[in-house]
């Protein structure tokens, strides 16, 4: 049997620390990190996305990094394949990899192989699809947009099943494989793993939020989100409903004061938070490490000791 390639990765809440400790880390072994983040994908949104500077990336190679234009759909099962890919190149290269982000779905897919069917509720996906189902012309909608991505589905349902029809579509635009084709159980892992989440006090972590909300903003959130709608990415987008980018379009056109728009921020920052701190008690074997104590880069590297 082929030995299976090693790979590390630190996770966990949005603000918590692991970005800085990753790349220290990186830089000291001659690690190359795989970025594990939905949103750091799209080119051009660098403020929002709290994106390695040029000069991070020119000391540590990044991946997974800029690979899409922020008009693209990204999903789940392609993150999984281009991670795949990374890893396979970087081990071929005698390097090891680290991947580093808080994205639980691309995580879960990467470390325990496509379970389509453990995919997780979108609460703000489904409010957006029970309002666009409203009467009889939003069933007619709804029906349209079930069969761009899964007309098997749409062929099975009634029209009145909107509580099935809805998670069929959560699910198949969120990892971009038809619902009707999810597999049965997950496949394995091709890789061994050893999974570290950083963690700190919750009111510590939101007081962390709150002043990178500020900093995003003093370095340019609103002209970057403005020059992406100037460029022509639909408000719509996928990459525009990124924490950040959103709130921004309202504020730009007159709807919110720069106040209003910065606490929506910081509330939906603060909540994705605790989303992500739920979501990884889900995922087996990860270790935790305050990284708030004054050790919390030792005991994380002794945690990656092969």
């Given at each position: 049997?082929?030995?299976?390639?090693?790979?590390?990765?630190?996770?966990?809440?949005?603000?918590?620390?692991?970005?800085?400790?990753?790349?220290?880390?990186?830089?000291?072994?001659?690690?190359?990190?795989?970025?594990?983040?939905?949103?750091?994908?799209?080119?051009?949104?660098?403020?929002?996305?709290?994106?390695?500077?040029?000069?991070?990336?020119?000391?540590?190679?990044?991946?997974?990094?800029?690979?899409?234009?922020?008009?693209?759909?990204?999903?789940?099962?392609?993150?999984?394949?281009?991670?795949?890919?990374?890893?396979?190149?970087?081990?071929e290269r005698g390097r090891e990899a680290?991947?580093?982000?808080?994205?639980?779905?691309?995580?879960?897919?990467?470390?325990?192989?496509?379970?389509?069917?453990?995919?997780?509720?979108?609460?703000?996906?489904?409010?957006?699809?029970?309002?666009?189902?409203?009467?009889?012309?939003?069933?007619?909608?709804?029906?349209?947009?079930?069969?761009?991505?899964?007309?098997?589905?749409?062929?099975?349902?009634?029209?009145?099943?909107?509580?099935?029809?809805?998670?069929?579509?959560?699910?198949?635009?969120?990892?971009?494989?038809?619902?009707?084709?999810?597999?049965?159980?997950?496949?394995?892992?091709?890789?061994?793993?050893?999974?570290?989440?950083?963690?700190?006090?919750?009111?510590?972590?939101?007081?962390?939020?709150?002043?990178?909300?500020?900093?995003?903003?003093?370095?340019?959130?609103?002209?970057?989100?403005?020059?992406?709608?100037?460029?022509?990415?639909?408000?719509?987008?996928?990459?525009?409903?990124?924490?950040?980018?959103?709130?921004?379009?309202?504020?730009?056109?007159?709807?919110?004061?720069?106040?209003?728009?910065?606490?929506?921020?910081?509330?939906?920052?603060?909540?994705?938070?605790?989303?992500?701190?739920?979501?990884?008690?889900?995922?087996?074997?990860?270790?935790?490490?305050?990284?708030?104590?004054?050790?919390?880069?030792?005991?994380?590297?002794?945690?990656?000791?092969?």
């Amino acid at each position: 049997m082929e030995k299976k390639i090693f790979c590390r990765a630190l996770t966990g809440p949005t603000a918590s620390g692991k970005s800085d400790i990753a790349f220290r880390m990186a830089a000291a072994h001659g690690w190359e990190i795989i970025c594990m983040d939905s949103m750091q994908i799209y080119r051009g949104m660098d403020i929002g996305t709290a994106k390695p500077t040029r000069e991070e990336q020119e000391t540590v190679p990044h991946h997974l990094l800029d690979i899409c234009d922020p008009r693209e759909r990204y999903s789940v099962s392609r993150y999984v394949q281009d991670a795949e890919q990374c890893v396979r190149e970087i081990a071929e290269r005698g390097r090891e990899a680290l991947f580093v982000g808080g994205t639980g779905l691309y995580l879960e897919g990467i470390v325990k192989g496509m379970r389509l069917g453990s995919i997780p509720a979108n609460e703000e996906l489904r409010a957006e699809l029970r309002a666009l189902s409203e009467g009889e012309e939003g069933r007619r909608l709804l029906d349209e947009r079930l069969r761009k991505c899964d007309p098997a589905t749409a062929e099975k349902l009634p029209l009145n099943d909107l509580r099935r029809r809805i998670r069929a579509i959560e699910v198949s635009e969120s990892t971009g494989i038809p619902f009707s084709a999810q597999p049965e159980a997950a496949a394995e892992s091709p890789f061994d793993w050893i999974l570290v989440s950083t963690c700190m006090e919750r009111e510590h972590l939101y007081e962390r939020i709150n002043r990178r909300v500020d900093r995003m903003m003093e370095s340019g959130l609103a002209e970057e989100v403005r020059r992406l709608l100037s460029e022509g990415v639909p408000e719509d987008a996928q990459s525009m409903q990124a924490i950040g980018y959103k709130e921004m379009v309202p504020y730009l056109r007159g709807e919110y004061t720069m106040e209003t728009a910065l606490d929506e921020i910081r509330k939906r920052t603060r909540h994705y938070a605790k989303r992500q701190m739920t979501f990884l008690k889900r995922i087996e074997g990860i270790r935790y490490a305050d990284s708030e104590a004054e050790d919390a880069y030792a005991r994380i590297e002794e945690a990656f000791r092969v």
